[in-house]
């Protein structure tokens, strides 16, 4: 009995022992990676994984005010009817934490100017966090914004204001985040960050999906498998490979783990996004799950242009500012079966137009015009005789008509 | 009631494929027959309403779902109470291959039995996990309106308009129908794109009696739901035990961008991604041991391919070196590699060629621009930039590990064919992958397509059509390294034990 239980332990015994061989590996890769990581980025790597947001004046938008783009830069002539000046880019969702550094060039600026710094970030992309800028004149001005209660998270976009009135131009060269070495802390933040940001369905969805925000340190792939490589080779110091049966087991167990790891969070985040799906469309008819879509709003227009369209279906020539863009092909999409065709960024030629054909123009369409006494669609040399059917903000339908 | 029509429209196509592929191997139940019949018969099933409805249209008719589904019904039903077996005179006596007759039974014979308790309980775990994902991505297309870009654009319109309008109505390029007076003909920008995942989307919908997008996105889980049986069968065919096949299955099932293309239902190249990815793998095995129910099976579905999406008919060509690979060993496969180099050389050395065939339209294959009808236009010239390769295969999460996977089962390809034990199957696979690397790094470095994979656009959606097949390849590799060193899986059939094709 005692001689089984001794045999018993020593099997046992030979038995756990990769186990925990294994588990240690396990554990040590993963402890490893992390280190590696750091220590990448705390000696020099910062430099390359994230290099400085640089936005150039011609990267700049005007949103209000007067100007326009010029070589040196986006040149702002004029403050609009609030009294202010703004211009803004995107950040690339820079993170907070490491972009803590604002650098600013702008030519022109008049001792006593006041300029603010304008941000959102992507939590909150409809608060605006402004900061008013200390006065550095055509130099660059460089300011920490580490101590910003508001700069948190990750930045979805920069811009400035400019109080007015101007006495003279101002030329914005550029705007730039830098990266600041961050501590072992701020850099751990990042990582817990990185794994368990919550990336939601969007139209980029269907051809890649990131897993954490683009400009992630510490991407959830790239951990596993640095953790992948230093668990396996951890194992293989502690219990030398050799040609035996199941000698692959314990690294395929490693790597299985991982791909694990990977899949709990894709199915964490699956499961996130279920329920969004659930709350917008869950228990609803066809037509208001249409009405709960992103574009709800415009299929409520399309809707009202749907019943003063024919029964069978009609030719209609959509118009729009950007003919191969999102609105136009939900237009046509949401209209079908009528014979729809989105590819006019003008109005169509009156060889392309025929008596009986429907046209949908869609807002904000700069040059076309309706003139009502004559009846008539304009946009330069081109004259459409149509018959209008609907008005709204979204767009507006009319008929084609005989005559001239 | 409309649903319980979609649900007959679905599973009777389905069902009847599946019978009539389990009938191949009806003499013998090797492990892994049955997940394989579903998941091969069901996409064939599929892919024959859609082929029927064609024929509806053809012939006049009314596009429907009864008739299609009745002739389908028929066909599995008459098998399924049929008493004796179909001969398949191409097949050999009684629809099987003479070379491999002892296979199925060595195989039952010598399967790694999965007694132990804990594999089964993995086992358990593990397809309870699948079915938690499928659940999920069950859910989501059943509740979400049609989302992604392409379908509403593109794959979508067809079936919609068709739906509505109960007939195949044509569409043509825009300029045809800017001049179009009848008003009988629709067009979408992509008009050249093939009909048969339009007519996929449309099926239930005839079912259902009228355009729904729930019901046209449907077949896209049974698309996902085919993949993984037909390549769990395949591996069970392989030899890999039950756990082993599940856990390859639950890697291709588990990757974050093929769910996303069930999840988001309506682009094509999850089709594609299945018809190629089962065709290559039917392919492998026929050329392992000769099988030549693989062969049909493999015939069957790259036929398909072009039928799916038109880089289906490009894809086709792959196969081609890899049969010649499995083929031809030693110096005749150096000498034909030498003969292809010294043709390419000599091809571009004058410059290209350029010819018309009647019928199809000019060909131009030149060094700086290749012009195939139907495919497209493509200047070429080298656009180089690996960063987008880099980004999508090994940091961002379209594909979990697989990345680092396929490297590493490259690596140890590679040790086999240098230590010369490369057997034919494994240098049709190798040649298979290869080829396929070239055909990717021609179309994302040499073509205007680089754009694509630098705004991340195509990348992975072109990449998807050749995951199942790569990790196919990728399962072979790793059975081979394990029985290499495990005495007891010795009594399994040894490569060199299959008969050659």
């Known amino acids: 009995m005692a001689m089984t239980h001794t045999m018993g332990a020593r099997i046992f015994r030979r038995r756990t022992k990769p186990f925990w061989l294994w ?21 020099g790597g910062l430099a390359v994984v994230a290099p400085p947001v640089v936005l150039p004046g011609a990267k700049l938008q005007l949103v209000s005010g007067q100007g326009g783009q010029t070589p040196a830069g986006l040149e702002i002539h004029q403050v609009g009817p609030q009294g202010w000046a703004a211009a803004r880019g995107t950040a690339r969702m820079a993170p907070a934490a490491l972009y803590r550094q604002f650098a600013w060039r702008i030519d022109g600026l008049q001792p006593g100017s006041e300029i603010r710094l304008v941000w959102a970030t992507v939590a909150d992309p409809r608060t605006s966090h402004e900061r008013v800028l200390p006065p550095v004149g055509s130099d660059e001005g460089v300011l920490d914004l580490g101590t910003e209660p508001g700069w948190q998270g990750r930045i979805a976009g920069i811009g400035l204001a400019v109080r007015g009135p101007l006495s003279q131009s101002l030329v914005v060269q550029r705007l730039e985040l830098r990266p600041v070495i961050p501590t072992v802390g701020a850099l751990l933040r990042e990582m817990v960050e990185d794994w368990t940001t919550f990336e939601d369905w969007s139209q980029r969805s269907i051809n890649y999906h990131s897993g954490a925000p683009l400009s992630a340190l510490f991407p959830p792939v790239v951990m596993v498998a640095l953790w992948m490589g230093f668990g396996a080779a951890l194992y293989a110091l502690f219990d030398p490979p050799r040609r035996a049966p199941g000698a692959l087991l314990p690294y395929a167990a490693l790597f299985l783990l991982g791909w694990l790891a990977l899949d709990a969070r894709w199915q964490w985040d699956l499961g996130q996004r279920l329920p969004q799906t659930a709350r917008d469309f869950a228990g609803k008819s066809a037509e208001d799950r249409r009405l709960a879509a992103l574009d709800g709003e415009f299929y409520r227009f399309l809707r009202e242009v749907r019943q003063r369209l024919p029964e069978r279906p009609a030719r209609l020539l959509i118009v729009s500012a950007d003919p191969a863009g999102f609105w136009a092909g939900r237009a046509r999409y949401h209209l079908l079966p009528h014979n729809g065709y989105a590819g006019f960024a003008r109005l169509p030629t009156p060889d392309a137009a025929r008596v009986g054909d429907y046209v949908l123009i869609l807002s904000p369409l700069a040059e076309a015009r309706y003139d009502p006494e004559r009846r008539m669609l304009e946009e330069g040399d081109t004259r459409l005789p149509v018959e209008a059917l609907h008005f709204a903000d979204r767009g507006a339908l009319f008929r084609i008509r005989g005559g001239t | 009631m409309e649903w319980w029509r979609v649900g007959l429209a679905l599973a009777i196509p389905w069902f009847a494929g599946a019978l009539w592929v389990r009938v191949l191997w009806r003499d013998a139940s090797p492990p892994g027959a049955w997940p394989l019949a579903l998941g091969y018969g069901g996409l064939l099933g599929l892919l024959a309403a859609t082929l029927l409805l064609r024929v509806q249209a ?14 389908l019904a028929l066909a599995g039903g008459w098998l399924a109470w049929r008493p004796t077996s179909l001969d398949f005179p191409i ?12 296979l199925d039974s060595q195989a039952q014979e010598t399967a790694p039995k999965t007694g132990a308790k804990w594999r089964q309980a993995l086992f358990v775990l593990l397809l309870a996990w699948l079915g938690i994902r499928f659940l999920n991505l069950a859910l989501e297309v059943w509740w979400r309106p049609l989302y992604p870009w392409d379908a509403w654009t593109t794959w979508a319109v067809r079936p919609r308009v068709w739906s509505e309008l109960g007939q195949l109505l044509p569409f043509v390029d ?34 259902y009696g009228g355009g729904n997008e729930t019901a046209a996105n449907l077949p896209w889980l049974g698309c996902a739901l085919g993949l993984g049986l037909g390549f769990y069968g395949q591996a069970r065919l392989w030899g890999a035990s039950a756990l082993t096949a599940l856990v390859f299955t639950w890697l291709l099932l588990s990757l974050p961008l093929l769910n996303t293309h069930v999840a988001l239902a309506g682009y094509a190249d999850l089709w594609l991604a299945a018809v190629f990815g089962l065709a290559a793998i039917a392919f492998f095995q026929w050329v392992r041991n000769g099988d030549r129910r693989q062969g049909l099976l493999a015939v069957l579905l790259a036929l398909a391919c072009p039928l799916v999406k038109l880089e289906g ?29 010294a043709l390419g050389l000599g091809w571009w050395w004058v410059g290209g060629v350029a010819f018309n065939l009647p019928g199809l339209g000019e060909w131009v294959l030149r060094p700086d621009l290749i012009q195939v009808p139907y495919l497209g236009r493509f200047n070429l010239g080298y656009r180089g930039g690996w960063d987008p390769v880099v980004k999508n295969f090994l940091v961002l999460a379209n594909w979990h590990l697989l990345g680092y996977l396929a490297l590493i089962a490259a690596g140890m390809a590679a040790l086999t064919v240098i230590r010369g034990r490369a057997e034919p199957w494994l240098r049709a696979e190798l040649t298979f992958v290869a080829a ?3 055909a990717l790094f021609v179309l994302f470095f040499l073509t205007d397509a680089q754009r694509w994979a630098e705004q991340y656009t195509s990348i992975n959606r072109v990449a998807l059509d050749f995951v199942p097949a790569f990790l196919f390849w990728i399962l072979t590799v790793f059975e081979q390294a394990s029985r290499a060193l495990d005495p007891a899986r010795s009594g399994e059939p040894r490569d060199g034990e299959h008969p050659p094709v």
């Not at chain 1, 040590?28 to 990581?37: D, M, N, S, T």
């Not at chain 2, 053809?58 to 002739?71: D, E, F, H, M, Q």
């Open chain 2, 313 to 341: 008919a490009v894809w086709l060509l792959l196969f081609i070196p890899a049969w010649l690979a499995a083929r031809l060993g030693g110096w005749r496969l150096l000498a034909l590699a030498v003969a292809v180099a």
């Open chain 2, 91 to 102: 097949l050999g006596q009684k629809g099987k291959a003479p070379l491999d007759r002892s």
């Open chain 2, 174 to 207: 825009p300029q045809r129908w800017l001049s179009d007076a009848t008003g009988s003909v629709y067009t979408i920008e992509a008009w050249t794109y093939p009909y048969t995942v339009p007519l996929l989307a449309l099926w239930p919908t005839l079912a």
């Open chain 2, 436 to 438: 396929s690397l070239a």
């Open chain 2, 58 to 71: 053809a012939l006049g008719l009314s596009l429907g779902w009864v008739g299609p589904t009745l002739v």
């Open chain 1, 23 to 43: 588990l240690l590996a396990v554990l040590g890769g993963a402890l490893l990676a992390v280190l590696a990581l750091v220590l990448f980025y705390l000696l």
